[in-house]
């Protein structure tokens, strides 16, 4: 099992970039496929992108793609999400999520270990 704690987040204006991070304790970090999800307003949790165990691989949702970059860092056992060119669809929670196959799965149900989440908002 592994504890996972975001940071990072906050309100911002359309356009703004803003990185979140995400630690990890309790478990060897480098042995996670790791994701972030989020959740706006009054919607389900949705996939935002996935990095594999090394770092060599990442997938990300169409609505993010070649916007926002996903990485890792596995000798501080942290994760990062970049976020460039920001809309007001942007607005989640954020959530980082852990799990130990290898496969970067879109699937919330097949991680195990989550964060709180970090309130990202931002205005247009």
């Known amino acids: 099992q592994v504890q996972l704690v975001e940071s990072g987040g906050r309100l911002v204006q359309a356009g703004d970039s803003l990185r979140l991070s995400c630690a990890a304790s309790?478990?060897?970090?480098?042995?996670?496929?790791m994701a972030w999800f989020r959740q706006g307003p009054g919607k389900e949790r949705e996939f935002v992108a996935a990095i594999s165990w090394l770092g060599a691989s990442q997938n990300y949702a169409d609505s993010v793609k070649a916007r926002f970059i996903i990485s890792r860092d596995n000798a501080n056992s942290t994760m990062y999400l970049q976020m460039n060119s920001l809309t007001p669809e942007d607005t989640a929670v954020y959530y980082c999520a852990a799990r130990r196959g290898g496969r970067l799965s879109r699937n919330l149900g097949e991680y195990d270990d989550w964060g709180q989440g970090a309130q990202v908002t931002v205005s247009s």
């Open positions: 309790g478990s060897l970090f480098s042995k996670y496929t």
